[in-house]
């Protein structure tokens, strides 16, 4: 065992938060973990949300705006949540949207790669959320990333 390892603090410096614009149960408590820890230790916070495959029924694609008006949900959900962690004191922080996907793969693949976070924070799915496994999202990506990732309940 490395004693002088294990003396040293582990600290990260940027921050990324997942949020579910349409389970905002599960997105709370890890947007308050999220932004505390961004505000106590000063890191950057990047707030990110995916408009999901299942939100997306083919009859959604057929009608005229109705993906541009789900796209716009979750934009302005994250605007929302960019705008409250400014108010708590957060300084860096920074709102990014990706269009319909798989959650976990645009995180892994796009997101990851151009934020570069050293920690991830998801919220764990509650019951209610149309995902078929509760904290499903936060496990997957726990699984396949190469940073730390916290799944808060």
């Known amino acids: 065992m490395q004693v002088d390892k294990l003396k040293e603090p582990l600290v990260f410096h940027r921050v ?10 599960s997105s709370t408590r890890a947007f ?4 505390t820890m961004a505000h ?3 890191v950057e916070l990047c707030i990110v949300s995916v ?12 009608t005229p705006g109705k993906v541009d008006k789900k796209e716009d949900v979750v934009r302005q959900a994250v605007e929302d949540y960019t705008t409250i962690a400014e108010e708590l004191g957060v300084k860096h922080v920074t ?4 269009g319909a996907s798989d959650v ?8 990851i790669p ?7 924070v998801c919220g764990s799915d509650t019951e209610d959320s149309k995902h078929r496994v509760p904290g499903a999202v936060g ?6 990333a190469q940073v730390s990732v916290i799944v808060v309940r």
């Open 32 to 35: 308050q973990y999220a932004t």
């Open 51 to 62: 408009l999901e495959d299942d939100d997306i029924s083919i009859f959604d694609v057929m």
């Open 104 to 111: 976990d793969d645009v995180i892994l693949d796009k997101v």
């Open 95 to 98: 709102g990014l949207t990706v």
């Open 139 to 144: 496990l997957r990506i726990a699984k396949r």
């Open 114 to 120: 151009r934020f570069k976070p050293d920690l991830i």
């Open 16 to 25: 990324l938060l997942t949020v579910d614009a349409d389970d905002p149960n």
């Open 40 to 42: 106590d230790y000063q």
